[in-house]
């Protein structure tokens, strides 16, 4: 339990003792959080689905319409519109509804902005907007068609928050503006975020959905195939991903600049982008770039500008004009914003109250709702309007007709109106509008222009009757009205040409790119006997010289390049894959590869070397067990390598020998050597293998691979050659899995082809 305390009483009624109320601590912040999230939810973060917007920028357009500033009228200073939304709808801060007004004026964020600026509204490179007191705004055609029918009765109005005016729960929205424009905003417990689309498309979905209510997501991508960004940009996503957004409201889309290749004559060229993400600053994107190149991490790029004016224009310079520009672009795509993830998450406030992620024609059906409920409502309000003028007309030509009685009554009685409703049988509406009637109005043309009026209006009366009676004719009315916003937003337009393409990203190769990312230096890899690695700048041929810790020394050195990928196999048989440009500098002793690599304790390194995706090897255990594989199968993508050569105590792998020509000698410790045909092993991705030399005692010593025509090679410990042609080796020539026979004269003590 915990206490939340009163101030002291005033000593009146209760002794002067304190107010002390003893309330359950866990429940009053459960309802107090609830009440929090709920307002949050409801009056701020989520977007309601009928007309789009949140409940500021919903007072902002209304406060703009109340003030008057339509397109046609003068600009206002934002200073002035922002008091009116704060003082009478908005009790927040003056910024924040800036902000918000701001950013409905800006034509890269908004689609179809809702606010004329005049000004400094800010820019694509983040920039701010000027102070409220230097910038003009008023309406667009668009927040027009938003609030269309607001003084009909439309909508339903709601007190303040100070009870002194009243302001509209939802707008008419007569343009379907949750998904033209968008939308994004962060909750308790739930967010949610629309890309923009193309109005065009919108209305061809939402006037299929009207013909066909069933209709399936599937069909209304036909019809609307995806978003359409403020900043145009390359939609990369294939049609199954999108439709899978759109069906279950969450997902996302992959986004890209759009580029093309500028010719600078003899064979030079430079790559000039034209659009970016959307939601990307642009000057903040130059700006990682350019770091990235500092770092050295795009070596295809040469130098990157900014020649933009009022369109965005990027200048990406290759470092030479033999450069991929596909290859430079995909590793920029990979590295940088160029390349931006848009998601989807159609989480809205359904029907004003209830939020919900909802599915693409969930919110196009609820929007037709709301426009045919919108329509009811406007007739309802006309029809009672049409009623009262024609009662009104009713009076008046009975005043015509008994013009010189009702002169007489007005002029000799006290009291005309009861007198007037008695002998006409008026009501009280009708004796108010003669009695307020002008002397000029009474020449001969006004009756039959009552007449004239009288008719009309009861014609117009009985349409507005049949479709109030017609749910069909109801539907046909909303189509109209889409079909006119659709006209008015049609592609042909400039505001409403599709900006946004759809492409497939450009097949290429992986390793490619990923080696167009790291700057090509030479390295000289260098492993130490208890498993240290590093990399020393340069191609070093001497490393005699090389420091190492107390206890160890040097146990394999190799050049490479920084792009080049390393295959290290241990004795368990597991293969891990390194990348040379990931490795420690040369300075110090490295560090342990059991850090880098997930290698068990019991394990040891067996070999290291350049990864070469045409080669093959022949890998043989201790016991004198192999096979041979393709260095491709031997890469591994995570820190936990791949088991390539299956092992167990005491066996281990031993020897990892390249494929040559097409026999296969064997020594064993026993000093036993035996050639083969290569084509006895078998190529594996992984197992035990196959026996390749018998033993009574010990196992396997050395492994070489060589071409018969060219004879057996080997060197001993002083370093003289020795060769065995064909002929010579006929005794040493047998089948895989024999014991072989005692190595020739010459050979190394070691046991080892290389003395």
């Not at 400094?120 to 269309?148: C, H």
Request: glycine share 8%; hydrophobic share 40%; proline share 4%.
């Amino acid at each position: 339990m915990g206490k939340i305390v009163t101030p002291p009483g005033d000593g009146s009624g209760d002794g002067g003792g304190d107010h002390i109320q003893a309330v359950d601590l866990k429940a009053a912040l459960e309802e107090r959080y609830l009440a929090y999230a709920l307002s949050t939810i409801m009056h701020r973060a989520l977007p309601d689905v009928r007309d789009g917007l949140k409940p500021v920028h919903r007072r902002i357009v209304y406060a703009m319409n109340e003030m008057g500033l339509r397109p046609n009228s003068a600009f206002r200073k934002c200073a002035k519109i922002v008091g009116e939304v704060m003082g009478n709808y908005h009790p927040h801060g003056d910024q924040s509804i800036y902000d918000a007004l701001a950013r409905l004026a800006q034509d890269f964020s908004q689609r179809y902005p809702l606010v004329n600026g005049q000004g400094n509204f800010g820019n694509i490179d983040g920039d701010s907007p000027a102070a409220m007191r230097y910038t003009e705004s008023k309406m667009t055609a668009v927040a027009e068609l938003l609030l269309q029918g607001i003084g009909e009765d439309a909508v339903d109005f709601r007190d303040t928050y100070d009870e002194s005016n009243s302001e509209p729960t939802v707008l008419p929205g007569a343009f379907p503006n949750l998904l033209a424009n968008g939308a994004s905003g962060i909750a308790v417990g739930m967010a949610t975020s629309i890309p923009s689309h193309n109005a065009h498309e919108v209305c061809d979905a939402a006037l299929h959905l009207i013909a066909h209510p069933d209709a399936s997501v599937e069909k209304l991508l036909e019809f609307m195939p995806g978003p359409d960004l403020p900043t145009g940009g390359i939609i990369i996503d294939n049609r199954e991903s999108i439709l899978e957004s759109y069906k279950t409201g969450r997902g996302g889309f992959r986004v890209r600049a759009k580029w093309e290749i500028e010719d600078l004559g003899r064979g030079g060229y430079q790559i000039v982008v034209t659009e970016i993400p959307y939601q990307v600053q642009k000057s903040r994107l130059i700006e990682k770039i350019a770091e990235l190149l500092i770092a050295r991490r795009l070596p295809l790029l040469d130098d990157i500008r900014d020649e933009s004016a009022e369109d965005v224009r990027i200048i990406i310079v290759p470092k030479n004009r033999t450069v991929d520009a596909t290859l430079l672009m995909e590793s920029m795509f990979k590295l940088t914003e160029l390349e931006n993830r848009i998601p989807l998450n159609m989480n809205l406030l359904s029907m004003g109250r209830v939020p919900r992620v909802m599915a693409l024609n969930e919110v196009l059906l609820e929007w037709l709702a709301h426009r045919k409920d919108v329509l009811v409502r406007r007739s309802r309000y006309r029809l009672a309007a049409i009623d009262r003028r024609l009662e009104i007309l009713g009076g008046l030509l009975i005043a015509y007709l008994n013009i010189d009685e009702v002169i007489r009554i007005i002029r000799e009685e006290d009291e005309p109106k009861p007198v007037m409703v008695a002998r006409w049988s008026l009501t009280d509406l009708q004796v108010e509008s003669i009695l307020n009637m002008r002397l000029r109005n009474l020449r001969k043309l006004e009756e039959f222009e009552i007449r004239t009026e009288h008719d009309s209006l009861t014609k117009e009366k009985g349409e507005i009757e049949a479709l109030l009676a017609s749910d069909e004719q109801q539907w046909k009315t909303v189509a109209w009205e889409i079909q006119e916003v659709k006209k008015q937003y049609a592609k042909a337009t400039e505001l409403g040409r599709r900006r946004t393409q759809f492409a497939n990203a450009p097949e290429a190769n992986l390793e490619a790119i990923q080696q167009a990312m790291i700057e090509k230096e030479p390295i000289t890899v260098v492993i130490s006997q208890k498993g240290w690695i590093r990399a020393l700048k340069g191609h070093v041929t001497d490393t005699s010289g090389l420091v190492f810790k107390e206890g160890d020394g040097p146990k394999i050195a190799f050049t490479a390049q920084t792009t080049d990928k390393l295959l290290l196999v241990t004795t368990g048989g597991k293969a891990y894959t390194l990348g040379a440009d990931k490795l420690p500098g040369g300075r110090g002793h490295g560090e342990p590869i059991r850090i880098i690599v997930d290698m068990e304790n019991d394990q040891d390194i067996l070999t290291a070397f350049v990864h070469d995706a045409s080669r093959k090897m022949v890998i043989a255990s201790t016991a004198g067990y192999g096979f041979v594989i393709a260095e491709s199968e031997m890469v591994a993508n995570t820190r936990k390598g791949k088991q390539v050569m299956n092992v167990s105590m005491p066996d281990e792998a031993k020897l990892v020998v390249q494929v040559k020509g097409d026999h296969v000698a064997i020594v064993g410790e026993n000093r036993k050597m035996l050639v083969f045909p290569l084509d006895q092993l078998p190529e594996m991705t992984r197992g035990k293998g196959v026996r390749l030399q018998r033993y009574k005692d010990g196992g396997i010593s050395d492994i070489k691979c060589f071409a018969i025509d060219a004879g057996l090679a080997w060197e001993d410990s002083a370093g003289r050659a020795f060769n065995r042609n064909k002929d010579e080796l006929l005794e040493w020539m047998g089948d895989r899995a024999s014991a072989g026979r005692t190595v020739p004269k010459g050979f190394p003590r070691s046991g080892k082809f290389a003395g």
